[in-house]
């Protein structure tokens, strides 16, 4: 089945470092990806998607490029600061608008970024 | 604001007894989801559901059961608990299609 690999188990960055956190997936068809962002003691929340080739997704200063050639779809940003301490799930899911979406989760990367 | 509230957001159950947990939600969406969490493995989907009175299994449903008695409404059953489903429990709604999933802020079970 489908399925997708977080690299990063922990992350530990200072403020104002560089991000990057690596997700790869396995899928039979061509799915539609996203991140998604919990904060503790809150459920995931919608981050952002890209349902194409080379197409970018961003939001909050973080953005991904899907990358059906590698099957890759990594979660950077420039400048991180504390309060994006956060667990990160990077998810697939179908691509046509009308029809299921069952998103398949990452196991998750724990961003923790100090002052 | 989309808003999907979960009940209880904690409990301590004994191992096989029942437990409940419930779901409610004012997105007027069709789709409602139960997801367990666990250290290492991420979010898996557990049962969902695309209409009322109908669910569907996930990808680990064994041991949970659904129930759907509304739009709004979504439980998850766990006829006979057992140690092994200390986990924490998201519900999520989510209209049809890839769309954005929203979650509730979970229910901590802990089976002892």
């Known amino acids: 089945g489908d399925s997708v690999t977080q690299t990063e188990g922990q992350v530990a960055l200072s403020e104002e470092d560089f991000l990057t956190i690596h997700c790869n997936y396995s899928?039979?068809?061509?799915?539609?990806l996203f991140w998604y962002v919990q904060y503790p003691g809150e459920g995931p929340q919608f981050l952002f998607r890209?349902?194409?080739?080379?197409e970018k997704g961003s939001s909050r200063g973080f953005e991904a490029t899907y990358n059906k050639e590698t099957t890759s779809f990594h979660l950077q940003k420039a400048s991180v600061q504390e309060s994006d301490s956060a667990v990160y799930y990077c998810?697939?899911?179908?691509?046509?608008?009308?029809?299921?979406?069952?998103?398949?989760f990452g196991q998750g990367t724990s961003l923790s970024v100090v002052p | 604001e989309a808003a999907v509230t979960q009940s209880p957001r904690s409990k301590v159950a004994v191992t096989g007894g029942k437990v409940t947990l419930s779901c409610h939600q004012t997105?007027?969406?069709?789709?409602m989801y139960w997801y367990r969490q666990d250290t290492g493995h991420g979010l898996r989907l557990i049962h969902y559901?695309?209409?009322?009175?109908?669910?569907e299994k996930g990808d680990i449903p064994d041991g949970y059961k659904a129930s759907r008695p509304s739009q709004e409404n979504f439980s998850l059953i766990l006829e006979l608990a057992s140690l092994s489903q200390t986990a924490v429990y998201f519900c999520?709604?989510?209209?049809?299609?890839?769309?954005?999933?929203?979650f509730g802020k979970g229910t901590r079970l802990t089976v002892v």
């Open positions: 998810a697939l899911g179908d691509r046509a608008s009308s029809s299921f979406s069952k998103l398949v």
């Open positions: 899928a039979s068809g061509y799915p539609a």
């Open positions: 999520a709604s989510s209209w049809t299609g890839n769309t954005e999933v929203f």
């Open positions: 559901s695309y209409v009322a009175d109908s669910t």
């Open positions: 890209a349902s194409r080739d080379k």
């Open positions: 997105n007027n969406h069709d789709y």
